[in-house]
């Protein structure tokens, strides 16, 4: 759609930044929006925005020019700038590796394919690890540091959702198959769900193929656990 037929708001309108480092990230985020709004000049500042609604709420989307902290920091500068009424941030991004995580009422649950994870501040950790700050010993690796927790009215908001998955679904599963159907809309294929039998955790001594390849080639026998249900 054309600038001209979208809407269009002041800078000040906007209060919820979305950062993401991947160019799959950023599309992703992009067909969460409701609906996507013109775009605004941002005099000073090279970033490349992406502004609409979610929901009731007014969210920026920028992705860094490449990895890194610094350059995502840069972004966040920017963007914090360009729209000055931004209360919350979110890095938001995909992510492998992880097993388990802890069950609503106890105990672990495992994290499967498609998952989404949020963060949570819990005794001593702010809910977000900084591993490059940690150290490794004998015993093994050890974080020194981590973030500061975030706003409670994001706590808040996070236990709320919980609460909803838990007892009645929520509505996740539609907001992540609508997304799915306005990225393939786009012809952007590569976005689907490739089915369970590809949710393979191996173990953590086992060696990946070289960067870029998949693990269509992995010896299956080398997997953690059976990861099926629903």
Same mark, same amino acid.
């Given at each position: 759609?054309?600038?001209?037929?979208?809407?269009?708001?002041?800078? +000040?309108?906007?209060t919820?930044?979305?950062?993401?480092?991947?160019?799959?990230?950023?599309?992703?985020?992009? @067909?969460?929006?409701?609906e996507?709004?013109?775009? #605004? =000049?941002t =005099?000073?500042?090279?970033?490349?925005?992406i502004?609409?609604?979610m929901?009731?709420?007014?969210?920026?989307?920028?992705?860094?020019?490449?990895?890194? $902290?610094?350059?995502?920091?840069?972004?966040?500068v920017?963007?914090?700038?360009?729209?000055?009424?931004?209360?919350?941030?979110?890095?938001?991004?995909?992510?492998?590796g992880?097993?388990?995580?802890?069950?609503?009422?106890?105990?672990?649950?495992?994290i499967r394919?498609?998952d &989404?994870? &949020?963060?949570?501040?819990? $005794?001593k950790?702010?809910?977000? &690890?900084?591993?490059?700050?940690?150290?490794?010993?004998?015993?093994?690796y050890?974080?020194?540091?981590?973030?500061? $927790?975030?706003?409670?009215?994001?706590?808040? @908001?996070?236990?709320?959702?919980?609460?909803?998955? !838990?007892? !009645?679904?929520?509505?996740?599963?539609?907001?992540? /198959?609508?997304?799915?159907?306005?990225?393939?809309?786009w012809?952007?294929?590569?976005?689907?769900?490739?089915?369970?039998?590809? +949710?393979l955790?191996?173990?953590?001594?086992? =060696?990946?193929?070289?960067?870029?390849?998949?693990?269509?080639?992995?010896?299956?026998? /080398?997997? #953690?656990?059976?990861?099926?249900?629903?």
């Open positions: 759609m054309d600038d001209s037929n979208r809407i269009r708001l002041t800078p +000040d309108a906007y919820v930044g979305w950062v993401c480092v991947l160019g799959s990230e950023q599309d992703a985020a992009r @067909a969460l929006l409701d996507e709004h013109a775009r #605004l =000049p =005099p000073h500042d090279d970033t490349a925005y502004v609409g609604r929901g009731k709420h007014n969210v920026v989307i920028a992705r860094p020019i490449s990895q890194g $902290k610094a350059n995502a920091a840069d972004v966040a920017n963007m914090t700038r360009s729209f000055p009424q931004i209360r919350f941030g979110l890095m938001v991004g995909v992510g492998g992880a097993t388990t995580s802890p069950g609503p009422y106890g105990g672990t649950r495992d394919l498609g &989404v994870v &949020v963060s949570k501040p819990q $005794k950790h702010g809910g977000i &690890v900084q591993y490059d700050t940690g150290k490794k010993y004998p015993e093994g050890r974080i020194i540091s981590h973030l500061n $927790k975030p706003k409670s009215a994001l706590i808040a @908001a996070a236990n709320m959702l919980r609460s909803n998955h !838990n007892c !009645n679904g929520g509505n996740m599963k539609k907001y992540v /198959q609508d997304a799915i159907s306005r990225l393939q809309g012809g952007l294929e590569y976005f689907y769900f490739p089915g369970r039998e590809h +949710d955790l191996f173990r953590p001594e086992y =060696p990946h193929p070289d960067e870029g390849e998949d693990c269509s080639t992995c010896d299956r026998t /080398q997997t #953690l656990g059976d990861k099926s249900g629903d």
